[in-house]
């Protein structure tokens, strides 16, 4: 089985989730558009499309953009497994009609605790998850969700972290692939930035590295559940 894999950018790979998916039995096929690669109109057995800094609505500065919402709309709509990760979740989440803008609250960055709701004990991926840390780096947030979504887990100050679109789609607006060194690979190319908004990077980095076990503890399972899904699909 093969998962097409949208990368966005260079520092944004598969990073947990490579191990996890290979373990679980299934391959990854990455397609890296910042670097000419076209867009594929179908994918393979499931998709995943990572996060990156582009805002979702930003085709002229990122010309891919328009094809991955389209790949990701027809996945949905044919029921191919699909995961959006970040980015990936706000361009699932604008091409099946539901709204992203800039975050009224600024930047969420570092560790922070994602909080099961209750329809999570009953998705495929979600079930027995508990309140977990999760890694995060974003501006813009998810404000309306796709008509039907199934909304799985909230957090503070950005409530919508996670939902399901119909039966085999899944948005998650935290980071489940991001290892402590990616992190600190993210926080060192803008730590003049994070400083200034009063985000100390060494502090942040200290944080998700202390998460470390938490994150594997919390986010495997899904990944390995998301394997799962594509290969029963």
């Excluded at 000419?36 to 994918?43: D, K, L």
């Excluded at 099961?116 to 009953?122: I, T």
């Amino acid at each position: 089985m093969r998962i097409t894999v949208i990368e966005h950018e260079a520092d944004a790979g598969l990073g947990f989730l490579a191990d996890w998916l290979s373990g679980a039995g299934v391959a990854c096929e990455i397609v890296r558009p910042y670097l000419g690669e076209a867009v594929p109109e179908r994918a393979a057995d499931g998709l995943i499309v990572l996060g990156g800094e582009a805002a979702a609505w930003e085709d002229e500065q990122y010309p891919w953009l328009p094809a991955t919402r389209d790949l990701i709309r027809g996945c949905v709509e044919a029921g191919v497994p699909t995961l959006g990760i970040c980015l990936g979740a706000q361009l699932m989440t604008l091409a099946c009609g539901g709204a992203v803008e800039r975050g009224e609250h600024g930047l969420e960055v570092g560790a922070t605790e994602v909080v099961p709701l209750p329809a999570a004990g009953a998705d495929p991926l979600f079930t027995g998850l508990a309140p977990s840390p999760a890694v995060q780096y974003h501006r813009d947030a998810i404000t309306r969700l796709p008509a039907g979504a199934v909304p799985l887990a909230t957090g503070d100050p950005y409530p919508n972290q996670a939902y399901r679109l119909g039966e085999n789609a899944w948005a998650v607006q935290f980071h489940p692939e991001a290892t402590p060194e990616i992190f600190a690979g993210w926080t060192a190319g803008s730590a003049d930035r994070l400083t200034d908004l009063g985000h100390p990077v060494e502090e942040l980095n200290a944080q998700v590295k202390e998460a470390g076990e938490g994150l594997v503890a919390a986010w495997k399972p899904l990944a390995e559940r998301f394997a799962t899904a594509v290969q029963t699909a």
